[in-house]
């Protein structure tokens, strides 16, 4: 067995990357190559059925072998940890029950991973994540939220990094965009320096914040209105009006995880100002 963060068992950090998948699949035929084909097909069967957590059955005959593999390594494959410790972990009880079926070594199984981007590389008896990502941490929600807010944020923030965890960077990057644009709204009424914030949606309260902001304030709040504006675009990110299919860039997960943290950055701004003009005016 493997040695990485255990709550990945329960909840994967993402699919395996296909390019992977059809690698080890390759590797799998080649050692059929040197022993019985049908009974290495269903040692490897009972391995990814064991990671993709569905019974394992024998095959009726060596094609049916052949397609139920790839059906349970299709299926283990949503998590790409289990998928990598399944084809490790086979080839490892292999390799004692038949020392003289030769079998790829970590520096093979590493080189698939890396072409394929997969974003882990093996260290026996580590796996270690070479592209994990570690979100900026936004502050529990002040005393001048109520606690409806403080669940809104909370649930919010968890759904965005549950959607990045599985890949689905577009509607992680929507989540937390929706929620700068939830938390702006607490703003509304509170007494600022000349006078109360009288917008009800996002551009205009930030954009009366912006005026009566001074210095780093101000910049602060019209890089976040640029960000805003560009991830709603059409041409931009697209996460709030649809992809434009002609001028559009489509959104990658690398692309996703950067704009969770930049607009996670601008949350914990937000939620640090409203406390200070909060206490001020109180």
């Given at each position: 067995m493997l040695?990485?963060?255990g709550?990945?068992?329960f ?5 395996l990357?296909?390019?992977a998948v059809r690698?080890f699949?390759e ?5 059929c190559?040197?022993a019985?084909r049908?009974?290495v ?5 009972s391995?990814f059925?064991a990671?993709?957590?569905?019974p394992h059955?024998?095959?009726?005959d060596e094609?049916?072998a ?17 998928f ?18 030769a079998?790829?070594?970590v520096?093979r ?11 882990y ?5 580590k ?5 994990v990502?570690?979100p900026?941490?936004v ?5 001048s939220?109520d606690e ?7 649930q919010?923030?968890?759904?965005s990094?549950?959607?990045?965890a599985q ?9 937390v965009?929706?929620?700068?644009e ?6 509304r ?6 006078g ?6 996002f ?9 009566r902001?001074?210095?780093?304030q ?6 976040m209105?640029?960000?805003?504006g560009y991830?709603?675009s059409?041409t931009?990110g697209?996460v709030r009006?649809?992809?434009?299919l002609k001028?559009?860039?489509?959104l ?11 607009v ?9 100002e409203?406390?200070?003009i ?5």
């Amino acid at each position: 067995m493997l040695e990485f963060d255990g709550a990945w068992r329960f909840d994967g950090p993402g699919p395996l990357e296909p390019d992977a998948v059809r690698g080890f699949r390759e590797l799998i035929d080649r050692i059929c190559g040197q022993a019985t084909r049908k009974w290495v097909l269903e040692h490897f069967k009972s391995h990814f059925a064991a990671a993709a957590g569905v019974p394992h059955y024998t095959s009726s005959d060596e094609s049916w072998a052949s397609s139920d593999l790839d059906t349970k390594m299709n299926e283990a494959g949503e998590n790409a940890p289990l998928f990598i410790e399944a084809f490790y972990n086979a080839c490892e009880e292999l390799r004692i029950q038949r020392p003289d079926v030769a079998l790829p070594d970590v520096d093979r199984l590493n080189r698939i991973l890396s072409n394929a981007g997969a974003g882990y590389q093996l260290d026996p008896p580590k796996l270690v994540a070479t592209r994990v990502h570690i979100p900026i941490s936004v502050p529990d929600a002040p005393p001048s939220l109520d606690e409806q807010a403080r669940q809104v944020i909370s649930q919010a923030l968890d759904v965005s990094e549950r959607a990045l965890a599985q890949g689905n960077g577009r509607q992680a990057v929507q989540e937390v965009l929706w929620l700068l644009e939830t938390i702006a709204t607490a703003f509304r009424g509170l007494d600022a320096d000349d006078g109360s914030i009288q917008g009800r949606y996002f551009n205009k309260i930030i954009c009366e914040l912006r005026q009566r902001g001074r210095g780093h304030q101000e910049q602060i709040l019209q890089w976040m209105m640029t960000l805003h504006g560009y991830l709603s675009s059409p041409t931009g990110g697209g996460v709030r009006h649809g992809v434009d299919l002609k001028d559009g860039l489509a959104l990658g997960i690398d692309e996703a995880r950067l704009y969770c943290n930049l607009v996670r950055s601008y949350l914990t701004f937000l939620i640090a100002e409203h406390e200070r003009i909060a206490r001020r005016s109180a």
